[in-house]
Structure formats: C-alpha cells, structure tokens
C-alpha cells in the first residue's frame, strides 16, 4: 500500500475502489448511497430527489455554489427556499423564527469536510447553524461530496479538517465577511436510524473544499 503524497492526498480524487468502500459502509450504517460521475450528475439528480413545493434550507458549502445546486434550490421557484427567507428577515427581531426555520426544513441540503472509508460524515461549522438541521430536524439530508473528501478513517479525517479545509474556508470567509472561519462546532455522522432520511450523492470528481 502506497503512503499518500501530503500535499495531494486532501486534494486528488479518490480512487474507485475506495469510493465503493466508503459507499459500502454508508450503506451498513443507514444511509442511501449513489456513486456519480460529477457535479452535472449530482444537479441533474437532485430535481429527483427534493419534491416540488418542500422547504429547502442549503447549507453554505462551495460544492453546492460550484456545482450550480445552491442557485437550482434558491432562485428557481421551484421550493420554499429557506434561505432566501431568512436573509430578508431582521436577524434581532426575528432570531428565533430564523433559528426555527433553518433547523427543521423539509429537506437540507449540503455538504461535508470528510468522508471516511468507514462511514462516517464529518461536519465542521464555525457557527453551528446547518447542524441541527443536518443531525436529525429536517425531514431529509442530502449530502454532495466531491472525491476528493473521502478518507481512510476519522483521525485522516480531523487532519484534513484542520490541515486543509479551515485554511481554504477562512480565506473564504476573510474576503466575504471580513473575517476567518474557525472549528467552533463538529458533528460526525456514523449512522443514519431513521431509514430513507439521509442521501449521499458521492462524486467521482473533486469539488469542494
């Protein structure tokens, strides 16, 4: 077995035979798995997958603003777009309904910082918002995850969490508001107990941080 190069091992597609496994083992643990080619598959499938008319939250993620699935869900007409919503409220007077609205939407969508081979999701969020949503108050979680995120195992995981997504999210977040991002919150999915709850359309290509 070849030792990964550091500087490409967060960043190269996964081959196919560890996107198999990773899929395999989701599938043990609860989730539904479907193996893509790429981001246009992943856009094209989640029509299918999100009912027209649903409340949808999308959680802020550069694999769904890459792909073109942040703009689908939030500007077609086709959902009741949380997140539209929630930027015209006032944040002072309306924090709780904010708060409400973003943690049970019918569906959430997003994506994550790691994948194990394992089966485990890794979240990191410096504000914690797309948690609750995402660990069991929506209805439904649809995860889109690029190649390049699968990992052996959750310390591979924490690493790339730390070594490579902070530093590329905190740059992000510098030049969009101004300041850095930081791993105020983490959230690992090992299982999904509620069957049909939890989809991952995992991609053959990298996008993403």
């Keep these: 077995m070849t030792t990964p190069n550091p500087t490409t091992q967060f960043t190269d597609p996964a081959s196919a035979q560890r996107l198999e496994r990773a899929g395999t083992a989701l599938t043990a643990h609860g989730f539904a798995v479907e193996i893509l080619d790429d981001a246009a598959a992943a856009r094209a499938r989640i029509r299918g997958l999100i009912p027209e008319g649903s409340s949808v939250f999308t959680a802020a993620s550069e694999t769904l603003r890459l792909s073109g699935i942040d703009d689908d869900i939030n500007a077609s007409g086709r959902y009741q777009a949380v997140k539209p919503r929630v930027l015209s409220m006032d944040r002072v007077t309306h924090a709780d309904d904010i708060r409400r609205l973003i943690a049970s939407p019918d569906v959430v969508v997003g994506s994550v910082a790691a994948l194990t081979e394992t089966g485990s999701l890794v979240v990191v969020s410096a504000s914690g918002s797309q948690l609750p949503a995402y660990s069991g108050g929506a209805a439904r979680a649809i995860w ?3 190649a390049q995120k699968v990992v052996p195992d ?4 924490l690493r790339r969490v730390e070594n490579h997504a902070l530093p590329l999210e905190s740059a992000r977040a510098q030049a969009v508001y101004g300041q850095r991002s930081a791993i105020n919150r983490l959230l690992v999915l090992r299982a999904e107990p509620q069957s049909g709850r939890g989809t991952v359309l ?3 290509e990298a996008i993403g941080f």
């Design 144 to 146: 889109i995850v690029g």
């Design 154 to 157: 959750l310390d591979a995981a």
């Design 202 to 204: 995992l991609l053959r």
